[in-house]
């Protein structure tokens, strides 16, 4: 029995997108994960192999970032319809354009009041927080001769500065291919475990959101010349702040960033429009202690 062709689309799905604004010292953050399907007249390429109709999907990409940096991004819907208006009606043989948008909010981090050097009444001009990602951790051991022992944490706290980071001065052998930077989004979900020394606190919950603060504003006021310096600041501010903490466990996915080449299409990025990696990724990880005090948290 004869085939024909049925439904078709195809395109370029999941293009990771980060469009910073930073026309003002408060930089915005619009984080997409967008997909395009196209149909129309491509019944060639799938029966002939002639791709003379055929819009590449990389292109479809390239024009997700090219259009995310020409005309920002407004809303996740604004911006789904400039594209695919731009597919269905630039392209000749494309009749119908879907695209599918997620957006991961971000709010921004609170700021430290007794800190002067950020802009805004109450928050930090280019540190972020995604909401919703994270949950909170706790692990108790109990025996009969040493007591208790108790070790808090947090998971999956995504963090991110839109600056005040740098990466350059690293060693370089015949495999080193990275550029140096001065000035890069610095990235991370954040897993952390810390161990008390006591186990009478009267509020665990208090005890809890303070030290999520101490590691959030350590983030976010850190200018940062390396994620393990970031990772060193954080534990030692916790060390610092709290007295019935003794040891700081983190472990740092440094979340990429790559500014995407927008030369081909006569643009210069700017450091405003990213390609958002999820993989692989470096893996910062580190204990922090309290001068004096045994590592006892146990190694992965
Ligand atoms: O903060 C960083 N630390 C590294 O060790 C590293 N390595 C790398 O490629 N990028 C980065 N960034």
Redesign the pocket.
Known sequence: MPAILGQNQYGKAEVRIVRLDRATPTHRVKDLNVSVALRGDLADTHLTGDNSKVLTTDATKNTVYALAKKHGIDSTEAFGLLLARHFVDDVPQVREARIRLEEYHWDRIPRNASRSRFVGADEIAHSFVRNGTETRTAQITYNAEQGAEVLSGIQDLVVMNSTDSE?WGFYRDEYTT?KETRDRILATQVTARWRHNRDDLADWDRAYADTRRHLLEAFSETYSY???QTLYQMGARVIEHRPDIDEVRLSLP?KHHFEVDLEPFGMKNGNEVFYAADRPY?L?EGTILRDGAEPRIPVD
């Open positions: 990466f990275l390396a994620l393990q440094n470096g910062i």
